[in-house]
């Protein structure tokens, strides 16, 4: 696993090998990604591959934006 601190999250795993401001663009991304929602029945869905986007709970496999389901 990632060692990672509460204050920069998830991309805490890139150190200081890139650049803040694009830390802040991913971390933002990231959590926008994470906090999608089946329209079906309203669990966290997962990402596939970019525009894909399938529910574990209900099975359902749908389409939308790259990072986020709603485009």
Same mark, same amino acid.
């Not at 990402?47 to 934006?65: A, K, Q, V």
């Given at each position: ?14 150190? @200081? ?21 089946? @329209? =079906? ?8 591959? @970019? ?7 209900? =099975? ?9 389901? =709603?485009?």
């Amino acid at each position: 696993m990632y060692s990672h601190t509460k204050k920069v999250g998830s991309v805490g795993r890139y150190g @200081p090998r890139i650049g803040r401001k694009i830390r802040d663009e991913i971390k933002k991304i990231e959590d926008k990604t994470k906090k999608s929602k089946c @329209p =079906n029945c309203g669990k966290k869905i997962k990402r596939i591959s @970019p525009g894909i986007w399938r529910c574990r709970f209900c =099975n359902s496999i749908l389409t939308g934006g790259a990072y986020t389901i =709603n485009a």
